[in-house]
C-alpha cells in the first residue's frame, strides 16, 4: 500500500520513518561501533569501522564526514587518529543519526500538492500522525540503549551454544 501511494506520488510524500535506509542503517551501524569504543576513548578509522560492520570503505567516508557535520562524530587527525563520538551514547538518540541523515525534513508530507482535496489532507494529517509516533520511538532510544541490547543478545547467544 505504501509503496503505491509512494511510486504513485500522489501524496509527495517521504516514507524514511517507516523505513530503514541503507544509508541510515550504515550510519547507525558506524556509531555503535564507535559507541562501542567510547568507554576507552578509543578512536576508529575508516577501514576498522568497515571491518567491524561489513560497510564499504568508500561509503562510509561520506556518511562520517555527513555525521561529522551533523555534530555527532568527531575526526582525529595523526597516526592514532580516526573517529570518535562527539558526545557520549547515553546522549545520542537514533532520532538525532536519522535527522543527519535523512535531513530534518523526512518524513513530513508536502503541502504544496497541486491538487489538494479533502481525502489528501486527511491522509496527510494521518501520515503527520504516523511520523509523530516513528519520531518518539526514535526520540526514546540511544546508542546505549542499543549497544545494550546487541550484548543481551550476544550473551542469548552464548548461552543456547553452551
Not at 567510547?38 to 560497510?55: F, H, K, M
Not at 561520506?62 to 562527539?86: C, H, M, P
Request: charged share 20%; with cysteine.
Amino acid at each position: 500500500m505504501f509503496n503505491l501511494i509512494a511510486g504513485n506520488n500522489l501524496l509527495g510524500l517521504c516514507l524514511s520513518p517507516m523505513e530503514l535506509s541503507n544509508k541510515t542503517e550504515y550510519a547507525i551501524l558506524s556509531l555503535m561501533a564507535l559507541a562501542a569504543c567510547y568507554p576507552i576513548s578509543e578512536s576508529l578509522q575508516i577501514r576498522e569501522i568497515a571491518a567491524r560492520q561489513n560497510i564499504p570503505n568508500r561509503y562510509l567516508e561520506e556518511l562520517l564526514a555527513t555525521l561529522r557535520r551533523g555534530g555527532l562524530i568527531k575526526s582525529i587527525r595523526g597516526v592514532k587518529g580516526g573517529y570518535v563520538l562527539a558526545r557520549d551514547p547515553r546522549k545520542i538518540t537514533l532520532l538525532d543519526a536519522f535527522l543527519c541523515i535523512e535531513g530534518l525534513d523526512a518524513g513530513v508530507p508536502n503541502r504544496n500538492s497541486t491538487s489538494q482535496t479533502v481525502e489528501t489532507e486527511v491522509i496527510q494529517e494521518l501520515w503527520h500522525e504516523a511520523c509523530q509516533a516513528a519520531y518518539s520511538v526514535l526520540q526514546k532510544y540511544t546508542l546505549h540503549d542499543l549497544c545494550e541490547q546487541r550484548e543481551k543478545r550476544r550473551q542469548m547467544e552464548l548461552m543456547y551454544y553452551i
